[in-house]
């Protein structure tokens, strides 16, 4: 059958998209459906920060992220689309910290900008409290029109034949000759590959074929706010306080606190990656995905409690003039999330799965955006059985029976997860 296989791909995220776009590339004889319940790149997608970023914990993921950064700036001279690279910046009270790797190498040093000298980085970045004492600026990093970005890989697969269904896919058969798809309003679709990119509802589906993957979601947020003191300098990078801490509430917060079981967790202590960047229109964006409660995916997202709150108190600890809006927050507030869709060692799953002919691409948890094209490209390479990147073992939906990948794993001291 060579490259004239139908493949369907249930989900039009930016992961779908983005293997629908590469598959388009790469087998131009194929038949490529993708289905979605909703408008293409309107979920998960839609609420990305758009930041992407070279820096991993494990070389595989710099190598993946590199990868789509390099495929994004070719997209951007073939479609117009725009990425920033305004750097990351993470910052530490502890000289000593390594923030994710090995950052007191040399060649670490080439590539970015370590400095230790705490007079030096209040100097350079005066909004940082005193007692920062380490700052790794990223070069290979920044932000993305990831929707201007994936809409032209879209446009661009549809003109290369692929066809979009809008409906949702309510069982997946398999049979000896293929996988027949049952969608809503009877309508149904046999293909010879399926490839799963639901974001979260990814179990939802391989459920539908008895399988179960090691991936869960948690609920993460973002908000945007007005600047009227203008804190944050326009041309601040994206900045990462790298540090775990425990909130600074006042005598009488803590007590109520303590006596109300549904809001002890915010006495506990908070991890490292709260991150802050300037937004248009004189506004701040920041986010902490600190959540670590497994949730059920909903299309609706619940609110928040004291989500705005917590991220104040949490950024004053290393930008303190931000303290002045924990304490009277700045309207008009937007507050929005989504789910990170994420495996216990915070890497993707891409290829094939133990059914025949159906592939996953997912578990992009906060990296979608910065990882989508790699990512697409792998599951395009998977399923036109091309030579593999080399990191694609460590993405391997049965990595987990990979001895050597799993001590690799078990060697980390983080996940990277912003
Ligand atoms: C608050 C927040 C901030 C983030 N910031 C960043 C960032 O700065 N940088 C970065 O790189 N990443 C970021 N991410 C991560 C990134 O947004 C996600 O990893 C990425 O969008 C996931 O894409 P996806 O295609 O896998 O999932 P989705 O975008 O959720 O797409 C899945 C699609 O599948 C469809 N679907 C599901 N079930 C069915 C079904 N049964 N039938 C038909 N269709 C179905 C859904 O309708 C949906 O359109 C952030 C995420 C969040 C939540």
């Not at 490209?377 to 399923?383: D, G, N, P, Q, R």
């Amino acid at each position: 059958m060579g490259n004239t296989k139908k493949i369907a791909i249930c989900g039009a995220g930016i992961a779908g998209v983005a293997t629908a776009y590469y598959l388009s590339r790469i087998m131009p004889k194929a038949t490529i459906i993708l289905i979605d319940k909703n408008q293409p790149l309107s979920f998960t997608s839609s609420q990305s920060g758009e930041n992407f970023r070279d820096y991993w914990p494990h070389p595989c993921m710099e190598k993946l992220c590199s990868r789509s950064i390099d495929l994004m700036r070719l997209l951007q001279k073939t479609f117009d689309s725009t990425m920033n690279f305004s750097g990351y910046h993470f910052v530490s009270k502890h000289p000593n910290k390594a923030i994710f790797a090995d950052d007191d190498t040399p060649e670490f040093g080439l590539r970015n900008r370590v400095e230790t000298d705490q007079a030096l980085i209040q100097e350079l970045y005066p909004y940082l409290a005193p007692t920062i004492q380490k700052s790794i600026f990223i070069k290979n990093a920044g932000y993305v029109d990831s929707i201007v970005m994936a809409n032209a890989m879209l446009q661009h697969a549809k003109s290369n034949n692929v066809k979009l269904v809008e409906a949702e896919v309510v069982n997946i058969h398999k049979t000896k000759t293929g996988i027949d798809l049952k969608l809503t309003n009877n309508g149904k679709i046999t293909t010879d590959q399926l490839v799963i990119a639901a974001g979260p509802f990814m179990n939802h589906l391989t459920q539908m074929l008895g399988i179960n993957l090691p991936v869960w979601n948690t609920l993460q947020r973002k908000i945007i706010i007005p600047d009227p003191k203008n804190i944050i300098p326009k041309n601040m990078p994206f900045t990462i306080f790298a540090d775990r801490q425990y909130l600074n509430w006042s005598r009488e917060e803590r007590n109520f606190f303590k006596n109300d079981a549904s809001l002890q967790w915010l006495l506990e202590e908070f991890p490292g990656a709260i991150h802050i960047k300037p937004e248009s229109g004189g506004r701040i964006k920041m986010g902490w995905a600190f959540s670590t409660e497994v949730v059920e995916p909903q299309f609706t997202i619940p609110k928040s409690s004291y989500f705005p709150q917590v991220l104040l108190k949490g950024a004053s600890r290393f930008i303190p003039a931000l303290s002045t809006y924990a304490e009277n927050l700045p309207t008009p507030l937007i507050e929005y999330g989504g789910y990170y869709t994420r495996t216990k060692e915070n890497f993707p799953l891409i290829g094939p799965t133990s059914i025949d002919d159906v592939f996953v691409v997912g578990a992009l948890a906060g990296f979608g955006t910065m990882a989508a094209c790699a990512a697409g490209e792998l599951c395009a390479l998977h399923l036109a059985e091309k030579t593999l990147p080399d990191y694609a073992p460590y993405f391997h939906p049965s990595r987990n029976k990979n001895e050597s990948i799993q001590k690799e794993i078990a060697a980390l001291h983080t996940d990277g997860q912003l």
